[in-house]
């Protein structure tokens, strides 16, 4: 079984940035894509960033160029870095791990951008 675990979620201006983290614990497999997903109010969940355990990344279309995924592979660590946050990119993003067939998630992190 794995656990995720999400902070660095928070309240921000608009143009702002905020970094979140996730640390995955558990058994887990070196072969593995963590991602960060989002889900919005009255939304689907959408894919925001992905990073495979060999260091590929994909962006969706509306964080390209202002957010960044990174990850540490002996720490089983995955960052986002988010800049020039805009009010649309409120929303409760999700930590995600995916290995062979199986896919894990944190419980969330509630990120606001708002003046």
């Known amino acids: 079984q794995v656990q995720l675990v999400e902070s660095g979620g928070g309240l921000v201006q608009p143009g702002g940035s905020l970094r979140l983290s996730c640390a995955a614990s558990?058994?887990?497999?070196?072969?593995?894509?963590m991602g960060w997903y989002r889900q919005a109010p009255g939304k689907q969940c959408e894919l925001v960033a992905g990073?495979?355990?060999?260091?590929?990344?994909n962006y969706a279309d509306f964080v390209k160029g202002r957010f960044t995924i990174s990850r540490d592979n002996a720490k089983n660590t995955v960052d986002l870095q988010m800049n020039s946050l805009k009010p649309e990119d409120t929303a409760v993003y999700y930590c995600?791990?995916?290995?062979?067939?199986?896919?894990?998630w944190g419980q969330g992190t509630q990120v606001t951008v708002t003046s």
């Open positions: 995600n791990l995916r290995s062979g067939v199986r896919a894990y």
């Open positions: 558990g058994t887990i497999f070196s072969t593995n894509t």
């Open positions: 990073i495979t355990s060999g260091g590929s990344r």
